[in-house]
Protein backbone atom coordinates (compact mmCIF):
# COMPACT_ATOMS: atom_id res chain seq x y z
CA UNK A 1 0.00 0.00 0.00
CA UNK A 2 1.22 3.72 -0.49
CA UNK A 3 0.94 6.12 2.57
CA UNK A 4 -1.60 7.76 1.52
CA UNK A 5 -3.69 4.19 1.26
CA UNK A 6 -2.45 3.35 4.72
CA UNK A 7 -3.50 6.98 6.29
CA UNK A 8 -6.67 6.54 5.12
CA UNK A 9 -6.99 2.83 5.80
CA UNK A 10 -6.00 3.43 9.52
CA UNK A 11 -6.57 6.99 10.44
CA UNK A 12 -9.38 7.18 8.39
CA UNK A 13 -7.50 11.37 6.57
CA UNK A 14 -7.46 11.87 3.14
CA UNK A 15 -4.28 14.04 3.23
CA UNK A 16 -1.52 14.91 5.66
CA UNK A 17 -1.11 17.69 7.90
CA UNK A 18 1.82 19.77 6.98
CA UNK A 19 5.63 18.35 7.16
CA UNK A 20 4.11 14.98 7.82
CA UNK A 21 4.58 14.04 4.58
CA UNK A 22 8.12 15.15 3.74
CA UNK A 23 9.00 13.39 7.06
CA UNK A 24 7.79 10.62 5.96
CA UNK A 25 9.84 10.25 2.72
CA UNK A 26 12.73 11.58 4.12
CA UNK A 27 12.42 8.36 6.15
CA UNK A 28 11.79 6.07 3.26
CA UNK A 29 14.89 7.44 1.72
CA UNK A 30 16.74 5.61 4.52
CA UNK A 31 17.44 9.30 6.25
CA UNK A 32 18.22 10.13 9.82
CA UNK A 33 15.79 12.66 10.44
CA UNK A 34 14.59 15.13 13.18
CA UNK A 35 10.94 16.12 13.05
CA UNK A 36 9.89 18.64 15.33
CA UNK A 37 5.88 19.64 15.23
CA UNK A 38 4.05 21.29 17.75
CA UNK A 39 1.38 19.87 19.93
CA UNK A 40 -1.01 17.64 18.37
CA UNK A 41 1.14 18.01 14.74
CA UNK A 42 0.60 14.35 14.54
CA UNK A 43 3.83 13.12 15.16
CA UNK A 44 2.91 9.68 16.01
CA UNK A 45 1.86 9.23 12.13
CA UNK A 46 5.70 9.96 11.50
CA UNK A 47 6.87 6.92 12.15
CA UNK A 48 3.98 4.59 12.36
CA UNK A 49 2.79 5.60 8.18
CA UNK A 50 6.66 4.60 7.01
CA UNK A 51 6.74 1.28 10.01
CA UNK A 52 4.04 0.05 8.45
CA UNK A 53 4.77 0.64 4.37
CA UNK A 54 8.33 -1.02 4.68
CA UNK A 55 8.82 -4.79 5.81
CA UNK A 56 9.72 -5.13 9.39
CA UNK A 57 9.31 -4.22 12.96
CA UNK A 58 9.64 -0.34 14.29
CA UNK A 59 11.66 0.18 17.91
CA UNK A 60 10.14 3.10 19.17
CA UNK A 61 12.02 4.33 22.41
CA UNK A 62 9.62 6.67 25.14
CA UNK A 63 10.57 7.54 28.45
CA UNK A 64 6.55 7.76 29.20
CA UNK A 65 4.97 4.31 30.01
CA UNK A 66 1.56 5.70 30.29
CA UNK A 67 1.90 7.48 26.57
CA UNK A 68 3.16 4.11 25.40
CA UNK A 69 0.72 1.88 27.23
CA UNK A 70 -2.25 4.09 25.27
CA UNK A 71 -0.08 4.13 21.92
CA UNK A 72 -0.04 0.50 22.00
CA UNK A 73 -3.50 0.16 23.13
CA UNK A 74 -5.08 2.37 19.96
CA UNK A 75 -2.56 0.55 17.31
CA UNK A 76 -4.08 -2.89 18.66
CA UNK A 77 -7.67 -1.29 18.40
CA UNK A 78 -6.79 -0.43 14.20
CA UNK A 79 -5.90 -3.82 13.89
CA UNK A 80 -1.89 -3.09 14.25
CA UNK A 81 -0.03 -5.59 16.43
CA UNK A 82 2.37 -3.69 18.41
CA UNK A 83 3.72 -4.28 21.96
CA UNK A 84 5.21 -2.62 24.90
CA UNK A 85 7.93 -3.71 27.43
CA UNK A 86 8.66 -1.26 30.54
CA UNK A 87 10.20 -1.34 34.45
CA UNK A 88 7.98 -3.49 36.37
CA UNK A 89 7.40 -6.71 33.69
CA UNK A 90 7.64 -10.01 34.38
CA UNK A 91 10.71 -11.92 33.21
CA UNK A 92 8.32 -14.11 31.54
CA UNK A 93 6.33 -11.63 30.10
CA UNK A 94 9.34 -9.88 28.57
CA UNK A 95 10.26 -13.22 26.84
CA UNK A 96 7.02 -13.72 25.06
CA UNK A 97 6.71 -10.28 23.75
CA UNK A 98 10.89 -10.53 22.55
CA UNK A 99 9.42 -13.73 20.83
CA UNK A 100 6.44 -12.40 19.01
CA UNK A 101 9.16 -9.41 17.84
CA UNK A 102 11.43 -12.05 16.13
CA UNK A 103 9.04 -14.97 15.16
CA UNK A 104 5.30 -13.04 15.24
CA UNK A 105 4.36 -10.21 12.83
CA UNK A 106 4.76 -7.56 15.22
CA UNK A 107 5.05 -4.26 13.94
CA UNK A 108 5.43 -1.55 16.91
CA UNK A 109 7.89 -2.56 20.05
CA UNK A 110 7.80 0.03 22.42
CA UNK A 111 10.88 0.15 24.68
CA UNK A 112 11.41 2.47 27.84
CA UNK A 113 15.16 3.61 26.97
CA UNK A 114 16.94 1.92 30.00
CA UNK A 115 15.56 -1.76 28.38
CA UNK A 116 17.91 -0.98 25.65
CA UNK A 117 21.23 -1.61 27.95
CA UNK A 118 19.35 -5.32 28.65
CA UNK A 119 21.62 -8.28 27.39
CA UNK A 120 18.10 -10.13 26.20
CA UNK A 121 17.13 -6.69 23.98
CA UNK A 122 20.97 -6.46 23.12
CA UNK A 123 21.02 -10.38 22.07
CA UNK A 124 17.61 -10.96 20.23
CA UNK A 125 17.37 -7.39 18.35
CA UNK A 126 19.55 -9.00 15.62
CA UNK A 127 17.20 -11.69 14.92
CA UNK A 128 14.76 -9.00 14.24
CA UNK A 129 13.50 -6.90 11.10
CA UNK A 130 14.33 -4.07 12.34
CA UNK A 131 12.78 -0.87 9.66
CA UNK A 132 12.97 2.19 11.77
CA UNK A 133 14.30 3.28 15.61
CA UNK A 134 11.66 6.32 16.16
CA UNK A 135 13.02 8.11 18.98
CA UNK A 136 9.95 9.80 20.79
CA UNK A 137 10.38 12.95 23.24
CA UNK A 138 13.79 13.34 21.45
CA UNK A 139 14.84 16.35 23.45
CA UNK A 140 15.04 13.89 26.49
CA UNK A 141 18.54 12.88 24.74
CA UNK A 142 20.40 16.53 25.37
CA UNK A 143 21.47 17.92 28.47
CA UNK A 144 20.37 21.56 27.42
CA UNK A 145 16.85 20.21 27.80
CA UNK A 146 14.14 20.71 29.85
CA UNK A 147 13.60 16.99 30.50
CA UNK A 148 17.68 15.78 30.79
CA UNK A 149 17.45 11.63 30.74
CA UNK A 150 21.09 10.24 30.93
CA UNK A 151 19.40 6.65 29.61
CA UNK A 152 18.24 8.60 26.07
CA UNK A 153 21.97 9.07 25.60
CA UNK A 154 22.91 4.66 25.06
CA UNK A 155 20.57 5.14 21.93
CA UNK A 156 23.54 6.12 20.25
CA UNK A 157 25.56 2.72 21.06
CA UNK A 158 21.95 1.49 20.67
CA UNK A 159 22.34 2.32 17.06
CA UNK A 160 25.23 0.39 16.12
CA UNK A 161 23.86 -3.07 16.68
CA UNK A 162 21.63 -1.64 13.85
CA UNK A 163 24.32 0.52 11.80
CA UNK A 164 21.83 0.31 8.36
CA UNK A 165 18.59 1.54 10.03
CA UNK A 166 17.12 5.01 9.86
CA UNK A 167 16.50 7.03 12.95
CA UNK A 168 13.50 8.83 13.28
CA UNK A 169 13.80 11.59 16.45
CA UNK A 170 10.66 13.50 17.39
CA UNK A 171 9.56 16.32 19.53
CA UNK A 172 7.25 19.08 20.06
CA UNK A 173 9.55 21.75 21.85
CA UNK A 174 13.33 22.67 21.33
CA UNK A 175 15.59 25.04 21.24
CA UNK A 176 18.88 25.33 19.10
CA UNK A 177 21.13 24.31 20.99
CA UNK A 178 18.69 21.26 21.82
CA UNK A 179 18.38 20.66 17.95
CA UNK A 180 22.12 20.34 17.00
CA UNK A 181 22.46 17.77 20.35
CA UNK A 182 19.54 15.86 19.51
CA UNK A 183 21.38 14.93 16.02
CA UNK A 184 25.15 14.46 17.78
CA UNK A 185 24.04 11.98 20.27
CA UNK A 186 21.83 10.02 17.58
CA UNK A 187 24.64 10.01 15.77
CA UNK A 188 22.81 11.49 12.29
CA UNK A 189 25.05 11.04 9.58
CA UNK A 190 24.26 14.42 8.25
CA UNK A 191 21.89 17.20 9.75
CA UNK A 192 18.44 16.60 8.66
CA UNK A 193 15.68 18.77 10.38
CA UNK A 194 11.69 19.08 9.45
CA UNK A 195 10.46 21.73 11.22
CA UNK A 196 7.53 23.84 11.35
CA UNK A 197 7.03 26.97 12.68
CA UNK A 198 5.47 26.87 16.03
CA UNK A 199 3.58 30.39 15.29
CA UNK A 200 -0.03 29.72 16.27
CA UNK A 201 -1.81 32.55 14.38
CA UNK A 202 -5.05 30.99 15.51
CA UNK A 203 -4.61 31.34 19.57
CA UNK A 204 -4.27 34.06 21.50
CA UNK A 205 -1.88 34.62 24.24
CA UNK A 206 -2.68 36.46 27.53
CA UNK A 207 -1.03 36.69 31.38
CA UNK A 208 -3.65 38.75 33.94
CA UNK A 209 -1.78 39.35 37.09
CA UNK A 210 -4.63 38.42 39.39
CA UNK A 211 -4.78 38.17 42.81
CA UNK A 212 -8.51 36.74 42.84
CA UNK A 213 -8.45 33.97 40.06
CA UNK A 214 -11.63 31.77 41.20
CA UNK A 215 -13.40 34.64 40.15
CA UNK A 216 -11.11 35.68 36.98
CA UNK A 217 -12.15 31.92 35.73
CA UNK A 218 -15.94 32.43 36.18
CA UNK A 219 -15.13 35.87 33.99
CA UNK A 220 -13.19 34.09 31.18
CA UNK A 221 -15.39 30.86 31.61
CA UNK A 222 -18.49 33.40 30.15
CA UNK A 223 -16.57 35.12 27.51
CA UNK A 224 -15.12 32.08 26.02
CA UNK A 225 -17.60 29.89 25.64
CA UNK A 226 -16.78 25.98 24.49
CA UNK A 227 -14.50 23.54 26.55
CA UNK A 228 -11.37 24.07 28.31
CA UNK A 229 -8.48 22.82 30.01
CA UNK A 230 -7.70 24.64 33.30
CA UNK A 231 -3.90 23.74 34.90
CA UNK A 232 -2.72 23.70 38.05
CA UNK A 233 0.29 22.17 40.08
CA UNK A 234 -1.33 20.35 42.71
CA UNK A 235 -4.00 17.58 42.77
CA UNK A 236 -5.77 19.24 45.60
CA UNK A 237 -6.49 22.55 43.49
CA UNK A 238 -8.00 19.94 41.29
CA UNK A 239 -10.65 19.21 43.11
CA UNK A 240 -11.09 22.20 44.98
CA UNK A 241 -11.50 24.49 42.01
CA UNK A 242 -13.42 21.64 39.92
CA UNK A 243 -15.86 21.97 42.91
CA UNK A 244 -16.00 26.25 42.65
CA UNK A 245 -16.69 25.54 39.29
CA UNK A 246 -19.65 23.30 39.50
CA UNK A 247 -21.14 25.50 42.92
CA UNK A 248 -20.83 28.50 39.98
CA UNK A 249 -22.90 26.56 37.53
CA UNK A 250 -20.07 25.42 35.33
CA UNK A 251 -19.81 21.77 34.17
CA UNK A 252 -16.46 20.88 35.60
CA UNK A 253 -14.57 17.63 36.33
CA UNK A 254 -10.87 16.87 37.99
CA UNK A 255 -8.18 15.04 36.99
CA UNK A 256 -4.99 13.53 38.14
CA UNK A 257 -2.33 10.83 38.20
CA UNK A 258 -3.61 9.53 41.58
CA UNK A 259 -6.66 8.59 40.06
CA UNK A 260 -7.95 4.95 39.83
CA UNK A 261 -7.03 4.08 35.92
CA UNK A 262 -10.72 3.31 35.29
CA UNK A 263 -11.70 6.85 36.74
CA UNK A 264 -9.24 8.45 34.78
CA UNK A 265 -10.54 7.00 31.34
CA UNK A 266 -14.41 7.62 32.51
CA UNK A 267 -13.51 11.59 32.97
CA UNK A 268 -10.99 11.75 30.25
CA UNK A 269 -13.95 10.00 28.10
CA UNK A 270 -16.75 12.51 29.55
CA UNK A 271 -14.29 15.39 28.46
CA UNK A 272 -13.73 14.04 24.66
CA UNK A 273 -17.10 13.18 24.28
CA UNK A 274 -18.54 16.68 25.38
CA UNK A 275 -20.44 15.59 28.39
CA UNK A 276 -18.18 17.99 30.56
CA UNK A 277 -17.28 21.24 29.67
CA UNK A 278 -14.03 21.83 31.37
CA UNK A 279 -11.13 19.42 33.30
CA UNK A 280 -9.12 20.64 36.23
CA UNK A 281 -6.36 19.37 36.18
CA UNK A 282 -2.07 18.48 37.06
CA UNK A 283 0.33 18.47 33.96
CA UNK A 284 -0.80 14.64 33.95
CA UNK A 285 -3.90 15.13 31.78
CA UNK A 286 -3.59 15.92 27.98
CA UNK A 287 -0.65 14.02 26.73
CA UNK A 288 -1.57 11.75 24.03
CA UNK A 289 -5.03 13.36 23.41
CA UNK A 290 -7.09 13.81 20.15
CA UNK A 291 -9.34 16.49 20.67
CA UNK A 292 -9.52 19.53 18.41
CA UNK A 293 -11.79 21.63 19.28
CA UNK A 294 -10.71 23.00 22.84
CA UNK A 295 -11.07 26.66 23.07
CA UNK A 296 -9.50 27.75 26.46
CA UNK A 297 -6.82 26.66 28.50
CA UNK A 298 -5.75 28.64 31.51
CA UNK A 299 -2.75 27.65 33.53
CA UNK A 300 -3.81 29.42 37.64
CA UNK A 301 0.10 28.47 38.38
CA UNK A 302 2.97 29.57 36.77
CA UNK A 303 4.19 26.36 34.84
CA UNK A 304 8.03 24.98 35.55
CA UNK A 305 9.32 26.08 32.15
CA UNK A 306 8.40 27.33 28.60
CA UNK A 307 8.70 23.89 26.91
CA UNK A 308 5.97 22.95 29.40
CA UNK A 309 3.93 25.73 28.88
CA UNK A 310 3.73 26.09 25.19
CA UNK A 311 2.82 22.08 24.75
CA UNK A 312 0.26 22.43 27.21
CA UNK A 313 -0.87 26.12 25.86
CA UNK A 314 -1.11 24.41 22.36
CA UNK A 315 -3.60 22.14 23.24
CA UNK A 316 -6.10 24.73 22.58
CA UNK A 317 -7.15 25.68 19.38
CA UNK A 318 -5.89 22.13 16.74
CA UNK A 319 -8.95 22.50 14.97
CA UNK A 320 -7.25 26.10 13.80
CA UNK A 321 -10.23 27.89 15.15
CA UNK A 322 -10.09 31.26 17.41
CA UNK A 323 -8.96 29.70 20.69
CA UNK A 324 -7.46 31.15 24.14
CA UNK A 325 -4.12 30.58 26.07
CA UNK A 326 -4.63 32.49 29.51
CA UNK A 327 -1.43 32.69 32.76
CA UNK A 328 -2.72 33.69 35.68
CA UNK A 329 -0.28 34.90 38.30
CA UNK A 330 0.87 36.79 40.81
CA UNK A 331 3.55 38.19 42.78
CA UNK A 332 3.11 35.13 45.49
CA UNK A 333 3.17 32.39 42.44
CA UNK A 334 6.94 33.84 41.69
CA UNK A 335 7.93 32.97 45.13
CA UNK A 336 6.40 29.16 45.41
CA UNK A 337 7.91 28.82 41.80
CA UNK A 338 11.23 29.57 42.97
CA UNK A 339 10.95 27.49 45.95
CA UNK A 340 9.78 24.73 43.89
CA UNK A 341 12.65 25.15 41.79
CA UNK A 342 14.93 24.56 45.05
CA UNK A 343 12.67 22.01 46.15
CA UNK A 344 13.55 19.94 42.70
CA UNK A 345 17.18 19.70 43.59
CA UNK A 346 17.66 18.21 47.04
CA UNK A 347 21.41 17.86 47.82
CA UNK A 348 23.56 14.90 45.65
CA UNK A 349 24.40 13.49 49.16
CA UNK A 350 20.72 13.57 50.44
CA UNK A 351 19.81 11.77 46.81
CA UNK A 352 22.12 9.23 47.85
CA UNK A 353 20.56 9.16 51.73
CA UNK A 354 17.08 8.63 50.08
CA UNK A 355 18.25 5.88 47.64
CA UNK A 356 19.81 4.14 50.40
CA UNK A 357 17.36 4.00 52.68
CA UNK A 358 14.93 2.85 50.07
CA UNK A 359 17.23 -0.37 49.98
CA UNK A 360 16.66 -0.47 53.46
CA UNK A 361 13.13 0.09 53.55
CA UNK A 362 11.87 -2.56 51.04
CA UNK A 363 15.39 -5.11 52.60
CA UNK A 364 16.85 -5.59 49.35
CA UNK A 365 20.49 -6.92 48.84
CA UNK A 366 22.64 -4.76 46.83
CA UNK A 367 22.92 -6.56 43.58
CA UNK A 368 19.43 -7.64 43.73
CA UNK A 369 15.95 -6.52 42.58
CA UNK A 370 15.78 -5.41 39.54
CA UNK A 371 12.18 -4.93 37.88
CA UNK A 372 11.35 -5.93 41.30
CA UNK A 373 7.96 -3.31 42.58
CA UNK A 374 7.04 -2.30 45.82
CA UNK A 375 4.68 -0.84 47.24
CA UNK A 376 5.90 2.68 48.87
CA UNK A 377 3.72 5.10 51.45
CA UNK A 378 5.78 8.22 51.19
CA UNK A 379 4.67 9.62 54.39
CA UNK A 380 5.93 6.73 55.89
CA UNK A 381 9.16 6.05 54.51
CA UNK A 382 9.77 9.86 55.18
CA UNK A 383 9.04 9.03 58.48
CA UNK A 384 10.35 6.10 59.57
CA UNK A 385 13.76 7.36 58.04
CA UNK A 386 13.09 11.38 59.12
CA UNK A 387 13.03 12.98 55.66
CA UNK A 388 10.68 15.61 54.51
CA UNK A 389 8.27 13.97 51.51
CA UNK A 390 8.57 16.77 49.72
CA UNK A 391 12.62 16.48 49.80
CA UNK A 392 11.72 12.50 49.22
CA UNK A 393 9.44 13.15 45.94
CA UNK A 394 12.53 15.58 44.44
CA UNK A 395 15.08 12.66 45.23
CA UNK A 396 12.81 10.48 43.83
CA UNK A 397 12.22 12.11 40.12
CA UNK A 398 15.84 12.62 39.93
CA UNK A 399 16.92 8.85 40.31
CA UNK A 400 13.63 8.06 38.13
CA UNK A 401 15.44 10.44 35.02
CA UNK A 402 18.81 9.08 36.10
CA UNK A 403 17.37 5.54 35.13
CA UNK A 404 17.32 3.79 38.53
CA UNK A 405 14.03 3.52 39.55
CA UNK A 406 10.76 3.79 38.02
CA UNK A 407 8.05 5.55 40.58
CA UNK A 408 4.26 5.21 39.41
CA UNK A 409 1.87 8.14 41.06
CA UNK A 410 -1.32 6.19 40.50
CA UNK A 411 -2.60 4.91 43.95
CA UNK A 412 -4.21 1.88 42.27
CA UNK A 413 -3.12 -0.73 40.18
CA UNK A 414 -5.27 -3.96 39.00
CA UNK A 415 -4.59 -7.44 39.32
CA UNK A 416 -2.91 -8.87 36.34
CA UNK A 417 -2.18 -12.28 35.34
CA UNK A 418 -0.72 -14.33 32.22
CA UNK A 419 -0.20 -18.10 31.57
CA UNK A 420 3.01 -19.19 31.69
CA UNK A 421 2.28 -22.67 30.37
CA UNK A 422 1.94 -24.01 27.01
CA UNK A 423 -1.61 -24.83 25.80
CA UNK A 424 -0.14 -28.60 25.74
CA UNK A 425 1.27 -28.32 29.20
CA UNK A 426 -2.31 -26.14 30.34
CA UNK A 427 -4.47 -28.72 29.30
CA UNK A 428 -2.25 -31.36 30.83
CA UNK A 429 -2.47 -29.90 34.25
CA UNK A 430 -6.47 -29.57 33.78
CA UNK A 431 -6.42 -32.67 33.46
CA UNK A 432 -4.68 -34.00 36.42
CA UNK A 433 -5.57 -31.33 38.72
CA UNK A 434 -9.33 -31.41 38.13
CA UNK A 435 -10.83 -28.85 40.37
CA UNK A 436 -8.48 -25.85 38.59
CA UNK A 437 -10.39 -27.25 35.66
CA UNK A 438 -13.25 -24.89 35.72
CA UNK A 439 -11.53 -22.23 37.02
CA UNK A 440 -9.07 -22.20 34.03
CA UNK A 441 -11.80 -21.81 31.44
CA UNK A 442 -13.75 -19.52 33.35
CA UNK A 443 -10.21 -17.24 33.25
CA UNK A 444 -9.66 -17.82 29.24
CA UNK A 445 -13.05 -17.14 27.99
CA UNK A 446 -13.00 -13.89 30.58
CA UNK A 447 -10.13 -12.07 28.95
CA UNK A 448 -8.35 -12.69 25.79
CA UNK A 449 -4.42 -12.09 25.39
CA UNK A 450 -3.88 -14.25 28.73
CA UNK A 451 -1.22 -16.50 27.25
CA UNK A 452 0.83 -13.97 25.55
CA UNK A 453 0.75 -10.94 28.04
CA UNK A 454 -0.15 -10.18 31.37
CA UNK A 455 -4.16 -8.66 31.51
CA UNK A 456 -5.81 -6.84 34.35
CA UNK A 457 -8.86 -8.39 35.52
CA UNK A 458 -11.34 -8.01 38.31
CA UNK A 459 -11.91 -10.27 40.96
CA UNK A 460 -15.45 -9.13 41.27
CA UNK A 461 -16.42 -10.33 37.93
CA UNK A 462 -14.81 -13.71 38.03
CA UNK A 463 -16.36 -14.35 41.67
CA UNK A 464 -19.91 -13.69 40.23
CA UNK A 465 -18.74 -15.97 36.92
CA UNK A 466 -17.00 -18.96 38.83
CA UNK A 467 -20.06 -18.29 41.91
CA UNK A 468 -17.10 -17.97 44.41
CA UNK A 469 -16.46 -15.33 46.69
CA UNK A 470 -13.62 -12.87 46.33
CA UNK A 471 -11.55 -14.42 48.70
CA UNK A 472 -11.95 -18.18 47.04
CA UNK A 473 -10.89 -16.69 44.00
CA UNK A 474 -7.76 -14.66 45.74
CA UNK A 475 -6.73 -18.76 46.82
CA UNK A 476 -7.39 -19.99 43.52
CA UNK A 477 -5.03 -17.59 41.55
CA UNK A 478 -2.32 -17.75 44.81
CA UNK A 479 -2.30 -21.90 44.01
CA UNK A 480 -1.80 -21.69 40.44
CA UNK A 481 0.89 -19.11 40.72
CA UNK A 482 2.36 -22.29 43.42
CA UNK A 483 1.73 -24.96 40.65
CA UNK A 484 3.51 -22.37 37.87
CA UNK A 485 0.75 -22.58 35.93
CA UNK A 486 0.06 -18.27 36.20
CA UNK A 487 2.44 -15.31 36.80
CA UNK A 488 0.43 -13.20 39.29
CA UNK A 489 0.78 -9.51 40.13
CA UNK A 490 -2.24 -8.53 42.91
CA UNK A 491 -3.69 -5.63 42.57
CA UNK A 492 -1.53 -2.59 44.43
CA UNK A 493 -3.64 0.37 46.08
CA UNK A 494 -0.07 2.39 46.89
CA UNK A 495 1.86 3.96 44.52
CA UNK A 496 5.11 1.55 43.36
CA UNK A 497 8.73 1.97 43.78
CA UNK A 498 10.38 -0.46 40.48
CA UNK A 499 13.94 -0.95 40.30
CA UNK A 500 15.13 -0.73 36.67
CA UNK A 501 18.45 -1.74 37.77
CA UNK A 502 19.48 -4.02 40.54
CA UNK A 503 19.95 -1.85 43.70
CA UNK A 504 23.38 -0.55 44.07
CA UNK A 505 25.59 0.45 46.99
CA UNK A 506 24.94 4.13 47.82
CA UNK A 507 28.30 5.04 46.85
CA UNK A 508 27.83 3.77 43.41
CA UNK A 509 25.34 6.44 42.80
CA UNK A 510 27.40 8.56 40.57
CA UNK A 511 26.53 12.25 40.43
CA UNK A 512 29.21 14.90 39.70
CA UNK A 513 29.28 18.15 41.20
CA UNK A 514 30.00 20.19 37.89
CA UNK A 515 26.96 18.18 36.12
CA UNK A 516 24.69 18.31 38.62
CA UNK A 517 25.59 22.13 38.89
CA UNK A 518 25.00 22.73 35.22
CA UNK A 519 21.85 20.97 35.10
CA UNK A 520 20.63 23.13 38.10
CA UNK A 521 21.83 26.34 36.27
CA UNK A 522 20.23 25.30 33.13
CA UNK A 523 16.79 24.80 34.92
CA UNK A 524 17.14 28.45 36.75
CA UNK A 525 17.83 29.61 33.40
CA UNK A 526 14.35 27.99 32.07
CA UNK A 527 12.60 28.72 35.47
CA UNK A 528 13.99 32.84 34.80
CA UNK A 529 12.57 32.57 31.47
CA UNK A 530 9.17 31.44 32.84
CA UNK A 531 9.24 34.63 34.99
CA UNK A 532 10.25 36.43 32.01
CA UNK A 533 7.55 35.81 30.27
CA UNK A 534 5.01 36.38 32.78
CA UNK A 535 5.86 39.50 33.89
CA UNK A 536 6.97 41.24 30.69
CA UNK A 537 4.77 43.80 29.58
CA UNK A 538 6.35 45.68 26.65
CA UNK A 539 7.11 42.48 24.05
CA UNK A 540 4.42 40.59 22.20
CA UNK A 541 3.68 37.23 23.69
CA UNK A 542 4.25 35.26 20.77
CA UNK A 543 7.41 37.12 19.96
CA UNK A 544 8.80 36.27 23.24
CA UNK A 545 7.77 32.32 22.94
CA UNK A 546 8.64 32.24 19.42
CA UNK A 547 11.98 33.91 20.22
CA UNK A 548 12.62 31.04 23.45
CA UNK A 549 12.67 28.47 20.42
CA UNK A 550 15.02 30.14 18.17
CA UNK A 551 12.65 31.90 15.36
CA UNK A 552 14.63 34.79 14.00
CA UNK A 553 12.64 38.10 14.68
CA UNK A 554 9.14 36.95 14.58
CA UNK A 555 6.11 39.72 13.79
CA UNK A 556 4.16 40.89 16.48
CA UNK A 557 0.49 38.92 17.14
CA UNK A 558 -1.70 41.57 17.19
CA UNK A 559 -3.74 40.85 19.48
CA UNK A 560 -2.24 39.09 23.01
CA UNK A 561 -2.61 41.39 26.14
CA UNK A 562 0.24 43.27 25.69
CA UNK A 563 -0.47 43.95 21.57
CA UNK A 564 -4.12 45.15 22.46
CA UNK A 565 -2.65 47.90 24.95
CA UNK A 566 0.24 48.99 22.48
CA UNK A 567 -2.48 48.83 19.36
CA UNK A 568 -4.15 52.09 21.29
CA UNK A 569 -0.99 53.90 21.28
CA UNK A 570 -1.99 54.46 17.41
CA UNK A 571 2.50 53.98 17.23
CA UNK A 572 4.07 51.45 14.65
CA UNK A 573 6.14 48.43 16.74
CA UNK A 574 9.69 50.11 15.13
CA UNK A 575 8.52 53.40 16.73
CA UNK A 576 8.28 51.68 19.96
CA UNK A 577 10.88 49.82 20.13
CA UNK A 578 13.47 52.83 18.69
CA UNK A 579 12.12 54.74 22.14
CA UNK A 580 12.48 51.43 24.43
CA UNK A 581 16.20 50.90 22.88
CA UNK A 582 17.33 54.62 23.79
CA UNK A 583 16.16 55.21 27.09
CA UNK A 584 16.31 51.84 28.88
CA UNK A 585 20.09 51.98 28.72
CA UNK A 586 20.39 55.46 29.99
CA UNK A 587 18.31 55.06 32.74
CA UNK A 588 19.00 51.40 34.04
CA UNK A 589 22.70 53.37 34.47
CA UNK A 590 21.34 57.24 36.07
CA UNK A 591 17.65 58.15 36.79
CA UNK A 592 16.55 61.70 34.86
CA UNK A 593 13.46 63.64 34.90
CA UNK A 594 10.78 63.44 32.51
CA UNK A 595 11.22 66.21 30.18
CA UNK A 596 15.08 64.88 30.38
CA UNK A 597 14.14 61.60 29.03
CA UNK A 598 11.98 63.04 26.49
CA UNK A 599 14.95 65.31 24.86
CA UNK A 600 17.06 61.79 24.99
CA UNK A 601 15.31 60.54 22.52
CA UNK A 602 16.44 61.22 18.85
CA UNK A 603 14.41 60.22 15.69
CA UNK A 604 10.70 60.06 16.67
CA UNK A 605 8.07 62.62 16.90
CA UNK A 606 8.07 64.15 20.83
CA UNK A 607 4.11 63.46 21.58
CA UNK A 608 4.94 59.49 20.08
CA UNK A 609 7.71 59.57 22.68
CA UNK A 610 5.62 60.56 25.64
CA UNK A 611 2.67 58.06 25.10
CA UNK A 612 5.51 55.31 24.96
CA UNK A 613 7.03 56.64 28.14
CA UNK A 614 3.08 56.96 29.97
CA UNK A 615 2.80 53.53 28.65
CA UNK A 616 5.98 52.09 30.54
CA UNK A 617 5.00 53.62 33.71
CA UNK A 618 1.38 52.27 33.18
CA UNK A 619 2.90 48.98 32.72
CA UNK A 620 5.52 48.84 35.76
CA UNK A 621 8.58 49.28 33.50
CA UNK A 622 9.18 52.79 34.87
CA UNK A 623 8.87 54.28 38.45
CA UNK A 624 9.39 57.41 40.00
CA UNK A 625 11.34 57.71 42.92
CA UNK A 626 11.67 60.01 45.85
CA UNK A 627 12.84 62.66 44.31
CA UNK A 628 10.65 62.43 41.31
CA UNK A 629 13.25 60.89 39.05
CA UNK A 630 12.42 58.46 36.29
CA UNK A 631 13.94 55.17 36.71
CA UNK A 632 14.01 51.96 34.47
CA UNK A 633 12.88 49.08 36.70
CA UNK A 634 15.04 46.32 36.97
Not at 293 to 318: C, S, T
Not at 465 to 484: C, D, M, P, W, Y
Request: charged fraction near 25%.
Amino acid sequence: MTIQQILTKYWGHSSFRPLQEDIINSVLSGNDTLALLPTGGGKSICFQVPALVMPGICIVVSPLIALMKDQVENLKIKGIKAIGIYSGMHKNEIDIAIDNCVYGDIKFLYLSPERLETDIIKTRIKKMKVNLIAVDEAHCISQWGYDFRPPYLKIGDFRELLPNVPVLALTATATPPVISDIQDRLLFKKENVFKKSYERTNLTYAVLKEEDKDNRLLKLLENVKGCGIIYVRNRKKTKDIASFLIKNGVSADFYHAGLEPKVRDDKQSAWIKGQKRIMVSTNAFGMGIDKSNVRLVVHVDLPDNIEAYFQEAGRAGRDENQAFAILLYNDADIIDLKHSFENSFPEPQEIKNVYHALGNYFQLAVGSGKDNSFDFDIIKFSNNYNFKPVSVYSCLKFLEKQGYIFATEALYNPTQIFFLMKKEDLYSFQVSHSRFDGFIKILLRSYSGLLTEFVKINESEIAMRSNLTIEAVTQFLEKLQNFGVIAYKPQKKLPQIIYSIERLDSKEISISPEHYAFLKDNALARMNSVIKYATSSNKCRSQILLGYFGEKNPFRCGKCDVCKERNKMELNEIEFDAVVEQIKPILAKTPMNFDQVVSAVKGIPEKRTIKVIQWLLDNDKLYYDDTEMLNWKK
